[in-house]
């Protein structure tokens, strides 16, 4: 019989792979504008995180949905990146919300100061997203706010804030990742969602500059506007349909084989729960990114070697707005002895020919 050798790793294994998931957990990350520390007049846990699941704006109970803030006040990316093991290892979450970069543009030093890099805060940025997704986990990138208008910044910085913008809405896109375009939503140039002026938005949704603020952190009604548009794009998908499983199926004579599976339609998984059953135990358990296993109506993944003996597989999807239904479970067969059948192995050859039917 062969070894049985699986060559995966086990992504998200915190995240409900046995049992019932009880949760679906929202990691928010960022700098003091996530953990909302300013003019902040009714809710408790500050910032956008806690609008989000204050109002219930997200589409599960508030017993089954947790949003988590973990922002971190004048933090730049490079300390950002330092400090997300640890806060992913001690908050297992199935979305990550990352926003995070105006401090390091906002620093006090012409761009040729030998600490500042922006190619770097990207590199950070990206590498913290990835972070995330190592362990099974959606990363969704968020652009930052814009600096106030009477905010003592350069030009460059202003240019900068738009920049950084367009760099992670293509990195999100590059990478099947959602987007939360902020920069477009509070206080853009010309009107914003309600018709106000650039003037008029900032006087409506941030603090006075400088008397309060030097930079422009958004004040209570701007955080609703920020944990609206989180909302909004984390909803604009719906959660994912049930997918249908192909292959294999009844008896297969190799024990690499590959599963493959229909994508669900409309709303589309960016992470499938994959479950493989030997008999009646569970063998293996895992999620995989669909960007890395999927085409655009399909799926395939290959688990690696497998024993003979009986088999069961399903598969559920998942995105940011939540986890999908089950696929119908699969029956399968791994024989791989074929040469032995049918008492060759014990000597008798009766029902062998000896020459082509």
């Known amino acids: 019989m062969r070894t049985r050798v699986l060559l995966a790793v086990l992504l998200g294994a915190i995240l409900g792979v046995t049992g019932s998931q009880a949760q679906f957990r929202y990691l928010c990350f960022g700098d003091s504008i996530t953990l909302g520390n300013f003019d902040d007049d009714y809710d408790p846990d500050k910032g956008y995180p806690g609008r989000l699941e204050f109002a219930s704006r997200l589409n599960c109970p508030a017993a089954n949905c947790e949003v988590i803030n973990r922002g971190k006040s004048g933090e730049k990316t490079p300390g950002g990146l330092t400090r997300i093991d640890n806060v992913l290892e001690n908050n297992p979450s199935h979305v990550l919300l990352l926003m995070q970069g105006t401090n390091d543009i906002w620093v006090k030093y012409d761009k040729s100061h030998p600490t500042w890099s922006y190619e770097t805060m990207i590199f950070n940025l990206q590498e913290m997203a990835r972070k995330a997704e190592v362990r099974g986990t959606d990363a ?173 597989w399903r598969v559920r999807g998942r995105n940011p707005n939540g986890t999908g239904n089950w696929s119908g479970s699969k029956a399968f067969t791994v024989s791989t002895n074929r040469l032995f059948y049918d008492g060759f192995e014990s000597g008798n050859t009766s029902a062998w020919s000896a020459s082509l039917p």
């Not at 955080?223 to 609206?228: K, L, P, T, V």
């Open 140 to 312: 969704v990138h968020a652009s930052v706010i814009h600096f106030h208008q009477d905010a003592d910044a350069a030009a460059w910085q202003f240019q900068d804030v738009e920049e950084l913008r367009n760099d992670m809405a293509a990195e999100a896109a590059s990478k099947d990742r959602y987007f939360v375009d902020i920069y477009n939503v509070l206080c853009p140039d010309g009107n914003d969602v309600h018709g106000h002026s650039q003037t008029q938005c900032f006087d409506l949704h941030y603090p006075p500059v400088p008397e309060e603020d030097d930079r422009g952190h958004p004040n209570g009604s701007g955080y609703d506007m920020i944990a609206d548009e989180f909302y909004d794009e984390i909803t604009s998908v719906p959660v994912p349909g049930a997918p249908t499983t192909n292959n294999p199926k009844n008896t297969i004579s190799t024990g690499t084989p590959t599963f493959t599976w229909t994508r669900e339609s409309p709303s589309r998984a960016t992470w499938y729960r994959f479950q493989l059953d030997f008999g009646a135990a569970t063998l293996l358990d895992i999620w995989v990114k669909a960007l890395d296993h999927c085409g655009a109506s399909s799926c395939s993944f290959k688990p690696g070697n497998l024993a003979d003996g009986n088999y069961s």
